[in-house]
């Protein structure tokens, strides 16, 4: 059974609850720390990420295979699910920005926006995909470039064993299209919508319904007075587990890639000891962050960083072939629209390698830092419209996203195309980045500049996520203690070491990533229906 809205609710559209924000909570102190967290979803998460951290570390080989196998059942058994859901999370997306719906204004008609544009934009890609824009900006264009060129292949069951997303390619101008089509994919329109989704119901359901500030309060339209027991527990549990792994596998990603352009740099070791020692020394500047609150902390490194980031792209398109990126962008985006229905469609396909080994574990990771994401948008996003909201926060990333794939990524095809340059392609994937930028002048300061921009993507990534993992875990509050926030990104950054240390490093992470995916892009789709009843029932 589901419960509908209330029959009843105040003028402004606010849903009619018994319910208080931090009813449930328990509050206290150890020591000088204090406490406010919510009962019981603080303690399951907590004592569940704590056995974890055990049993990695206490059977590894165990550990291993188990992450293994969960990794490859869920990529080949799900991939079909995955890439229906994450259609059905873009179309909703276009429907609601055309809709009169697009006109409600999240927090109340009178409400007004928090934060300029500039740092509402700096601070949503920050926190959306500045690690792995940096991580597979260069290298994936590449893959899919050389596996497009390559043709396909088949074993003797007649299935595909080539990489190449859909037949391959013809041609080296058309493997090029094609290449830059999928990469492009993989980081525009499906993934932001995947952020829209739960960020729009996160801010429509908390600032116009008068509910609290947690992945639960999405699901009224279809629990009602349910989701403040076990059924809203499990939700905001779900959305712990995927928040931290998913962000686990991001820290990891940007260790790997810090390691790697310092070892150019500075000739550091490329080894676990090294990306250990960097996660701690990026966590530890994470948890000053963290103490300095979403004003002075993740605001300020957002802008800070997107400056750095927006030089380096301005760099790469001054020191490149410039003509020719220029104009290759435009034709990028047009093969991205052209190979969009066949790169979506999630049956009937025998491009089996890319279809489950990087479309299902890119949905897989963006559904598990969607809650983080989510919440993080809804929580800077009061005052916009729907529309202004899924405009900003599905198309003009998107576009961005395009831009930084079609020059770092064009530009590192052009120097294999063009110049016979292969350093890039033939290096170590978190090298691939500062290969390419090593064929450009002044190679040492821009590849310091990626090091930084990967510290402090990091750094925003864990210190948002802390926070909202906090919000989560403390009921809806948004005011509690500091040591809570503290207490989960430690746990993030031990997380990252457990796995890179003892259970088979990122392919582990990996796995992690895409088995909370999984359950969680069941709530995502029940989400969809939660967020037209709330709209329908808005005052307009």
Same mark, same amino acid.
């Given at each position: 059974?589901?419960?509908?809205?209330p029959?009843e609710?105040? @003028?402004?559209?606010?849903?009619?609850t018994?319910?208080?924000?931090?009813?449930?909570?328990?509050?206290?102190?150890? +020591?000088?720390?204090?406490?406010?967290?919510?009962?019981?979803?603080? %303690?399951?998460?907590?004592?569940?990420?704590?056995?974890?951290?055990?049993?990695?570390?206490?059977?590894?080989?165990?550990?291993?295979?188990? $992450?293994?196998?969960?990794?490859?059942?869920v990529?080949?058994?799900?991939? /079909?699910?995955?890439?229906?859901?994450?259609?059905? $999370?873009?179309?909703?997306?276009?429907?609601?920005?055309?809709?009169?719906?697009?006109?409600?204004?999240?927090?109340g008609?009178?409400?007004?926006?928090?934060?300029?544009?500039?740092? &509402?934009?700096?601070?949503?890609?920050?926190?959306?995909?500045?690690?792995?824009?940096?991580?597979?900006?260069?290298?994936?264009?590449l893959?899919?470039?050389?596996?497009?060129?390559?043709?396909?292949?088949?074993?003797?069951?007649?299935?595909?064993?080539?990489?190449?997303?859909l037949?391959?390619?013809p041609?080296?101008?058309?493997?090029?299209r094609?290449?830059?089509?999928?990469?492009?994919?993989?980081?525009?329109?499906? @993934?932001w919508?995947?952020y829209?989704?739960?960020?729009?119901? %996160?801010?429509?359901?908390?600032?116009?319904?008068?509910?609290p %500030?947690?992945?639960?309060?999405?699901?009224?339209?279809?629990?009602?007075?349910?989701?403040?027991?076990?059924?809203?527990?499990?939700?905001?549990i779900?959305?712990?587990?995927a928040?931290?792994?998913?962000?686990?596998?991001?820290?990891?990603?940007?260790?790997?890639?810090?390691?790697?352009?310092?070892?150019?740099?500075?000739g550091?070791?490329?080894?676990?000891?090294?990306?250990i020692?960097?996660?701690?020394?990026?966590?530890?500047?994470?948890?000053?962050?963290?103490?300095?609150?979403?004003?002075?902390?993740?605001?300020?490194?957002?802008?800070i960083?997107?400056?750095?980031?927006?030089?380096?792209?301005v760099?790469?398109?001054?020191a490149?072939?410039?003509l020719?990126?220029?104009?290759?962008?435009?034709?990028?985006?047009?093969?991205?629209?052209?190979?969009?229905?066949?790169?979506s469609?999630?049956? +009937?396909?025998?491009?089996?390698?890319?279809?489950?080994g990087w479309?299902?574990?890119? &949905?897989? /990771? /963006?559904?598990? &830092?969607?809650?983080?994401?989510?919440?993080?948008i809804?929580?800077?996003?009061?005052?916009?419209?729907?529309?202004?909201?899924?405009?900003?926060? %599905?198309l003009i990333?998107?576009?961005?996203?395009?831009?930084?794939?079609?020059?770092?990524?064009?530009?590192?095809?052009?120097?294999?195309?063009?110049?016979?340059?292969?350093?890039?392609?033939?290096?170590?994937?978190?090298l691939?980045?500062?290969?390419?930028?090593n064929?450009? @002048?002044?190679?040492?300061?821009?590849?310091?500049?990626?090091?930084?921009?990967?510290i402090?993507?990091?750094?925003?990534?864990?210190?948002?996520?802390?926070?909202?993992?906090?919000?989560?875990?403390?009921?809806?509050?948004?005011?509690a @203690?500091?040591?809570q926030?503290?207490?989960?990104?430690?746990?993030?950054?031990?997380?990252?070491?457990?796995?890179?240390?003892?259970?088979?490093?990122?392919?582990?992470?990996?796995?992690?990533?895409?088995?909370?995916?999984l359950?969680?892009?069941?709530v995502?789709l029940?989400?969809?229906?939660?967020? /037209?009843?709330?709209?329908?029932?808005?005052?307009?």
């Amino acid at each position: 059974m589901t419960a509908e809205l209330p029959s009843e609710t105040a @003028p402004s559209g606010q849903i009619k609850t018994d319910y208080t924000i931090g009813r449930d909570n328990i509050e206290g102190a150890i +020591g000088p720390f204090g406490f406010d967290v919510h009962n019981p979803v603080f %303690l399951i998460s907590a004592l569940a990420v704590i056995a974890f951290v055990v049993f990695t570390l206490a059977l590894p080989e165990q550990a291993s295979s188990l $992450f293994s196998l969960l990794f490859s059942e869920v990529t080949k058994g799900f991939d /079909w699910f995955f890439i229906g859901a994450a259609d059905v $999370f873009v179309l909703l997306c276009l429907v609601l920005i055309v809709s009169p719906y697009g006109k409600i204004r999240l927090g109340g008609q009178d409400a007004t926006p928090d934060f300029s544009y500039v740092s &509402w934009f700096s601070m949503l890609f920050a926190a959306g995909m500045g690690i792995g824009l940096m991580f597979y900006g260069v290298s994936e264009p590449l893959s899919h470039f050389s596996s497009s060129l390559g043709g396909t292949a088949a074993g003797a069951d007649g299935l595909r064993t080539d990489w190449a997303p859909l037949g391959a390619a013809p041609n080296q101008a058309e493997a090029v299209r094609l290449g830059m089509a999928a990469s492009i994919f993989h980081w525009a329109l499906h @993934p932001w919508a995947i952020y829209a989704i739960l960020a729009l119901s %996160l801010a429509l359901f908390s600032y116009n319904k008068g509910l609290p %500030l947690t992945i639960r309060s999405a699901f009224y339209p279809i629990f009602g007075e349910r989701i403040w027991g076990w059924p809203g527990h499990i939700i905001d549990i779900l959305a712990v587990f995927a928040t931290l792994f998913g962000l686990a596998t991001s820290l990891g990603l940007g260790a790997a890639q810090a390691n790697a352009g310092l070892n150019k740099i500075f000739g550091i070791p490329i080894d676990t000891t090294s990306q250990i020692v960097l996660i701690v020394i990026i966590t530890s500047i994470a948890l000053f962050s963290v103490i300095r609150g979403l004003e002075a902390g993740v605001k300020l490194l957002s802008e800070i960083n997107m400056g750095l980031a927006f030089l380096l792209l301005v760099f790469v398109l001054a020191a490149g072939p410039t003509l020719l990126l220029v104009t290759d962008a435009g034709d990028f985006l047009l093969a991205y629209l052209e190979y969009l229905p066949a790169l979506s469609n999630p049956v +009937g396909r025998d491009d089996v390698n890319f279809m489950q080994g990087w479309t299902s574990f890119y &949905w897989a /990771w /963006w559904i598990s &830092w969607s809650p983080f994401v989510g919440m993080f948008i809804a929580r800077v996003s009061r005052g916009r419209t729907v529309r202004e909201f899924l405009v900003s926060v %599905l198309l003009i990333p998107s576009l961005v996203c395009v831009i930084w794939m079609s020059i770092f990524g064009g530009a590192a095809i052009s120097q294999v195309v063009r110049d016979g340059y292969t350093a890039a392609t033939e290096a170590a994937l978190p090298l691939q980045l500062f290969a390419m930028l090593n064929a450009l @002048p002044m190679s040492q300061i821009t590849s310091l500049v990626g090091i930084v921009l990967v510290i402090v993507f990091f750094v925003t990534s864990s210190d948002s996520g802390s926070l909202v993992i906090d919000t989560i875990t403390s009921g809806g509050k948004v005011d509690a @203690p500091v040591a809570q926030r503290v207490f989960w990104c430690l746990f993030e950054g031990v997380i990252a070491i457990v796995l890179l240390l003892s259970a088979g490093g990122l392919k582990s992470l990996q796995s992690m990533v895409i088995s909370t995916g999984l359950p969680f892009t069941v709530v995502l789709l029940v989400m969809c229906v939660a967020i /037209w009843r709330g709209l329908a029932s808005e005052p307009r």
